[in-house]
Structure formats: structure tokens, C-alpha cells
């Protein structure tokens, strides 16, 4: 696959995680691989927790370029100075978020497997719309997203897209050429390296 169509990577934190280990595991990773973003995705909605945790993630990533956003928190976000907001509802009004978060910050959107909603969302001014699971998941109702839709949107729609869910190294090789971002998390965090982990994931991309 030529330079220019090599989609980047978008990482996707655990949504349980200690702290200290985490920070050191995705040190390694992204100083093994180029990284365009990273989404702290904590299950945890205690304040205390996901502000220490963005604190101690925006220093990692700073220090190395690279972007951090928030899912869902966007008061968090600002108040931390992190890079932006991942919308899991995008129900909420994304034009109103982006006068009240300026034009610098990101405003992703999560929309599953269905087309309107990404188009809406694009519609309104996200940065990027992502959709999954790509590969097969007992998530929600078991749905995965068909490749038709990426397709098409690779095609038609300026908006970047991520793919994320599930994903398998023969996944990468199939949604590598109509695809901006491949959302990795789960796939990796769980084993023994992560940074091995992402490079056999990738090695399609060449």
C-alpha cells in the first residue's frame, strides 16, 4: 500500500486500567509506532479518576505529539487541556459543541454501523466519524459494519473515517484501502507486548 493511502492509527485506552503500568505500556507503543491520537475511553465516572488518569495520559502524549481526546466528558476535556471530545451519542448537538469548544479542538463521533448517522454528524461539523465493531462482537445486537459502507464513504464523503471493533490482521488487509484511521484498543492492551502486538496487526499496511 503506497504512503499516502497507509491509514493512521487512532489508539483506544482499555476501559479499566492502572495507571502506572498503562502509562508505561503505551509509552512503548508509541514510541515504537506513529500514533495520531490516542482516546481515553475509562468506563469509571468518578471525577477524580478520569482526571488523574487524563493528567497523567496528556503528559505521555504531549511529550510525544500527539493528540488526546476524551470519550464523552467535554467539560473534562477543556478543563484538562486535552486535544478534544469522542462523542459515543451523537444525539448531542455537535454544532453547539464546536462554538463552545473553538475551532482547534477535536469532535469526533462514534455512530456504529448506520451511514445517516455519520453523515449527520459530518454534516454538523465532527472532525471524524468513526464506525464498528468492524470484525465480529458480541457488543450491542452482534452487528458488524459492512465494508460497502466504507467504501462508499472513502469515495464520497470528505469527513475522515475510522474503522475500530474487533479488528483482525485480515480486516486491516480489506479495510486498509478505504479507510483514514484504524481505532485500535482491546486488540492489543491484553497481551503480553503491546507494541509486537500493533506491528502484527499493521503488517498488512507494510
Same mark, same amino acid.
Given at each position: 500500500?503506497?504512503?499516502?493511502?497507509?491509514?493512521?492509527?487512532?489508539?483506544?485506552?482499555?476501559?479499566?486500567?492502572?495507571?502506572?503500568?498503562?502509562?508505561?505500556?503505551?509509552?512503548?507503543?508509541?514510541?515504537?509506532?506513529?500514533?495520531?491520537?490516542?482516546?481515553?475511553?475509562?468506563?469509571?465516572?468518578?471525577?477524580?479518576?478520569?482526571?488523574?488518569?487524563?493528567?497523567?495520559?496528556?503528559?505521555?502524549?504531549?511529550?510525544?505529539?500527539?493528540?488526546?481526546?476524551?470519550?464523552?466528558?467535554?467539560?473534562?476535556?477543556?478543563?484538562?487541556?486535552?486535544?478534544?471530545?469522542?462523542?459515543?451519542? /451523537?444525539?448531542?448537538?455537535?454544532?453547539?459543541?464546536? !462554538? @463552545?469548544? +473553538? =475551532? #482547534?479542538?477535536?469532535?469526533?463521533?462514534?455512530? %456504529? /454501523?448506520?451511514?445517516?448517522?455519520?453523515?449527520?454528524? !459530518? @454534516?454538523? +461539523? =465532527? #472532525?471524524?466519524?468513526?464506525?464498528?465493531?468492524? %470484525?465480529?462482537?458480541?457488543?450491542?445486537?452482534?452487528?458488524?459494519?459492512?465494508?460497502?459502507?466504507?467504501?462508499?464513504?472513502?469515495?464520497?464523503?470528505?469527513?475522515?473515517?475510522?474503522?475500530?471493533?474487533?479488528?483482525?490482521?485480515?480486516?486491516?488487509?480489506?479495510?486498509?484501502?478505504?479507510?483514514?484511521?484504524?481505532?485500535?484498543?482491546?486488540?492489543?492492551?491484553?497481551?503480553?507486548?503491546?507494541?509486537?502486538?500493533?506491528?502484527?496487526?499493521?503488517?498488512?499496511?507494510?
Amino acid at each position: 500500500m503506497a504512503e499516502a493511502e497507509r491509514p493512521q492509527i487512532y489508539l483506544i485506552t482499555p476501559p479499566v486500567f492502572e495507571l502506572a503500568a498503562f502509562g508505561e505500556q503505551l509509552k512503548s507503543v508509541l514510541d515504537a509506532h506513529a500514533i495520531a491520537c490516542v482516546r481515553l475511553s475509562l468506563a469509571a465516572r468518578d471525577e477524580d479518576a478520569l482526571s488523574r488518569a487524563a493528567d497523567a495520559l496528556r503528559e505521555i502524549t504531549h511529550a510525544r505529539d500527539v493528540a488526546i481526546v476524551v470519550e464523552d466528558h467535554v467539560l473534562l476535556a477543556d478543563r484538562l487541556g486535552l486535544d478534544g471530545v469522542h462523542l459515543t451519542d /451523537t444525539r448531542k448537538n455537535i454544532r453547539k459543541l464546536r !462554538a @463552545e469548544m +473553538g =475551532a #482547534d479542538a477535536i469532535i469526533g463521533a462514534f455512530c %456504529g /454501523t448506520t451511514r445517516h448517522d455519520g453523515l449527520n454528524a !459530518a @454534516e454538523a +461539523g =465532527a #472532525d471524524y466519524v468513526s464506525f464498528g465493531p468492524i %470484525g465480529a462482537s458480541t457488543l450491542g445486537d452482534g452487528s458488524s459494519v459492512d465494508f460497502d459502507l466504507f467504501e462508499w464513504w472513502s469515495a464520497m464523503i470528505e469527513v475522515p473515517v475510522v474503522a475500530e471493533g474487533a479488528l483482525s490482521v485480515e480486516l486491516v488487509e480489506r479495510f486498509g484501502p478505504v479507510t483514514d484511521f484504524f481505532g485500535i484498543g482491546s486488540e492489543i492492551w491484553a497481551t503480553e507486548n503491546a507494541s509486537d502486538a500493533l506491528k502484527k496487526l499493521l503488517a498488512p499496511l507494510g
